[in-house]
């Protein structure tokens, strides 16, 4: 995937799994909210919410060139994702552009998509992040962590997260981050991903929402976090958007409620779905909460996609 010249020594970037003087290939994880709570609406019709977002080992890939044309030629496998100007790569190169006022050289950007679309994982907000930071490389802008912040707020209220990996406490739209550290030892968090044969778009979720009068707190999340302690961790998870997600699609509520019925120590819609995690004590818990969750399908619910994935620590 590198070019002759690479270095393939884990380079000082989280994101970056090797780079090269006019190429880079970056992972572009998943995300998980272990708690998100909204405090209010507001005037511009966003909301003001609380969030714990960790990122996974599931992963979309960038690679990233320079080119000499001033295109920005993108292309995505599989083949069948939209690679014009709505893939929020490309809106993040745009943006990216637009903030340094100045010619640029061209990219070629490949995408590797793993991350299931409408499903809560932040996956096109992932891989906005890591244009961001390819391009920052490869046209050695140079531009700064809190200037990269600054554009990432411009193109969704996600992608500040994934530059402040690996997990993060999210306020106002989600794009004002305060890392978060865990103990949860080397090997992280684990837990059982189920993405549904559905998606659901954030925008329909959000306009369901009823604004809590009395919002929850997530000091409890945010303890059993900093611990490690997962049996704690499955008690505190918590998601204000299951109930309009659960309300439009409830494929995906029946899917939460068969997974919190499989043995973890707790289970959870992730964003605004149509994913939902399950939080495990082991690798071992995991993959007998997976097996439970697999053998109890009622026959006339349609499959669904499952994983064991885990925190990780960069
Ligand atoms: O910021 P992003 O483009 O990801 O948001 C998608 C939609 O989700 C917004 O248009 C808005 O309707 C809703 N949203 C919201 N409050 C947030 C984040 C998203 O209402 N904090």
């Known amino acids: 995937m590198t070019r002759p010249g690479a270095t393939h020594s884990r380079p000082a970037d989280p994101l970056a799994v090797s780079s090269a003087r006019d190429a880079v290939v970056l992972a572009a994880p998943a ?5 998100l709570e909204i405090r209010a609406k507001r005037p511009d019709g966003y909301h003001d919410l609380e969030s714990l977002m ?5 992963f979309d890939t960038l690679e990233l060139r320079a080119a000499d044309g001033p295109e920005i030629a993108l292309t995505c496998e599989p083949a069948t994702l939209s690679a014009g100007p709505d893939n929020l790569v ?3 190169a745009v943006a990216l552009r637009a903030h340094v006022r100045r010619p640029t050289p061209g990219a070629e950007i490949r995408l590797t998509k793993r991350v299931p679309a409408q499903a809560g994982l932040g996956g096109g907000s992932s ?5 961001l930071v390819g391009l920052n490389r490869i046209w050695k802008l140079g531009l700064t962590r809190e200037e990269l912040l600054a554009i990432a707020g411009s193109i969704g209220s996600d992608v500040a997260f994934f530059l402040t990996l690996p997990a993060a406490w999210c306020t106002s739209r989600g794009e004002i981050v305060t890392p978060e550290e865990a103990h949860a030892g080397a090997s992280g968090f684990h837990f059982v991903l189920v993405c549904p044969p559905v998606g659901l778009g954030t925008a329909g979720v959000y306009k369901r ?3 809590p009068g009395a919002p929850v707190a997530g000091d409890a999340v945010r303890s059993a976090f900093r611990t490690g302690d997962a049996e704690a961790l499955g008690r505190a998870l918590f998601n204000r958007l299951e109930e309009p997600a659960f309300a439009l699609e409830p494929l995906v509520g029946g899917i939460r409620e068969r997974l919190a019925a499989s043995g973890p120590c707790g289970a959870l819609m992730s964003g605004s779905g149509s994913a939902v995690f399950a939080v495990c004590r082991d690798r071992a818990h ?3 909460v997976a097996t439970e969750f697999v053998q109890s399908r009622p026959v006339a619910e349609p ?3 499952v994983l064991v994935v885990r925190s990780f620590t960069p």
């Open 90 to 92: 490309y809106k993040a």
């Open 303 to 305: 499959e669904s996609r």
């Open 286 to 288: 995991a993959i007998r």
């Open 54 to 58: 960790v990122a996974v080992d599931l």
């Open 31 to 35: 995300k998980l909210n272990l708690f």
């Open 127 to 131: 891989d906005a992040a890591a244009t």
């Open 209 to 211: 929402l009823a604004v």
